[in-house]
């Protein structure tokens, strides 16, 4: 976290790097900095199960597997739980360090999440994969396709198939219906329950998730392509974010600070002499939205605030807008438009407080043979709850079939 006033604070993912760093800086902070990051090498020392089955199926020996894990965490859990980032943040009295570990997450996020994310970099269950998602997505892809499934790309579906209260299958926007034995939504929570199945299947607890929880916000997200290296720059797995002397206008909102990423450490992104420089700006959904009605105006503004992006990066590194090659802007619309997310959002639901420890069922009110998966089913989202939950409904189908779950590793 970079100020033009002050020290730039960085956050190391070893923890006992990053302590020494914080109290050379702040040591007014000491008691408190010693506090947080000891609580964070304690939770680098637990591991949850990631097989455990779903709520419905536990039994007592997954019960007995989960304890120890759950006890040690129980203390931790309940003490930093009790706050967001935001109250976290307060507590440091260096303004430096406040700000930069504000940087990390959203302030409305549970500090025991971002305590939770120190461990998992400082444990090294963390990191950046070399090439994005995609990679990973392709070879979940690759294995299904192995045995024996069939996908679809470029197919919205705008109707789940019910009968008799079962799902039954699908129809997509081209009219073609498909049928199937069961139905797993991974896609948008709020589009299923309420788009796909016509709001037909919601009780007092489905409303809750919509009226209680909050989505990540949505995001502006700024692409370049630029001739030019930079091996002088630290590989930063979440980027840096520079304080501005100038407040910028985006999106209808003042902008004091610009979070950036280059990635100099992933060559799969640009070719040989080339670096991809990222930035996501959390932003109004409801401007953009309104926006995108009149698109010259829309696409007057997404140039603006390329434009502003080049010229902060310029003067923090120069030359940069001599060597552009390429821009992409994306808003909340695009976000929308792709995948379907409920307000644009990018990641299902914020961790908070309040809903941290909840588990949302995997299963609809009245609907059989209908299952939910992906990032909207357990706070936090992500491409590891996507994996876990999809595996947790693999394990509830064969249940209900009567066949036992099994896995294989090719």
């Not at 199960?49 to 931790?76: F, G, V």
């Not at 299904?144 to 197919?155: C, M, Q």
Request: hydrophobic share 40%; proline share 7%.
């Amino acid at each position: 976290t970079e100020f033009p006033d002050g020290p730039t604070v960085i956050i190391y993912t070893d923890l006992d790097r990053l302590e020494k760093h914080l109290l050379e800086i702040a040591p007014e902070d000491g008691a408190f900095i010693k506090e947080s990051l000891g609580a964070a090498r304690h939770l680098a020392r637990k591991e949850l199960p990631s097989d455990l089955p779903p709520r419905e199926l536990m039994r007592a020996k997954d019960m007995l597997r989960l304890m120890p894990a759950m006890i040690s965490l129980m203390r931790p859990l309940r003490k930093w739980n009790a706050m967001t980032i935001a109250q976290f943040t307060e507590r440091f009295q260096n303004r430096f360090v406040r700000e930069a570990m504000r940087q990390i997450w959203f302030p409305e996020m549970s500090a025991f999440v971002l305590l939770m994310t120190l461990a998992w970099f400082h444990g090294r269950q963390a990191g950046y994969p070399i090439g994005g998602s995609l990679p990973l997505a392709r070879a979940v892809e690759k294995r299904f396709l192995d045995l024996g499934g069939a996908v679809d790309y470029r197919a919205r579906v705008i109707e789940i198939l019910v009968e008799n209260d079962r799902a039954v299958g699908i129809r997509l926007a081209d009219g073609q219906e498909q049928r199937f034995d069961a139905v797993v939504s991974a896609a948008d929570l709020h589009a299923t329950v309420y788009d796909t199945l016509g709001g037909r299947y919601v009780n007092d607890a489905v409303r809750s998730w919509f009226a209680d929880f909050t989505p990540f916000p949505p995001l502006v997200f700024i692409g370049l392509g630029v001739a030019r290296e930079f091996p002088e720059e630290p590989r930063l797995a979440s980027g840096a974010s520079l304080g501005l002397e100038h407040p910028l206008q985006i999106g209808g909102q003042s902008v004091t600070r610009l979070h950036y990423r280059i990635m100099n450490y992933d060559h799969t992104l640009a070719p040989v002499g080339k670096t991809m420089i990222t930035s996501m700006l959390p932003v109004d959904y409801d401007y953009w939205n309104d926006l995108v009605k009149d698109r010259s105006a829309y696409e007057a503004e997404k140039k603006a605030i390329a434009d502003s992006f080049v010229k902060v990066l310029d003067r923090r590194f120069p030359g940069i807008a001599d060597h552009l090659e390429v821009v992409d802007v994306a808003t909340p619309t695009t976000f929308k438009r792709y995948t379907g997310n409920w307000r644009g959002s990018f990641e299902g639901w914020l961790p908070t407080p309040s809903n941290l420890t909840s588990e949302m069922p995997r299963t609809l009110p009245g609907l059989d043979s209908f299952y939910l998966a992906g990032q909207w089913v357990a706070p936090g989202g992500g491409l590891p709850s996507g994996v876990m939950t999809g595996r947790q409904v693999t394990q509830l189908i064969c249940k209900k079939d009567g066949r036992r779950f099994r896995t294989s590793i090719p």
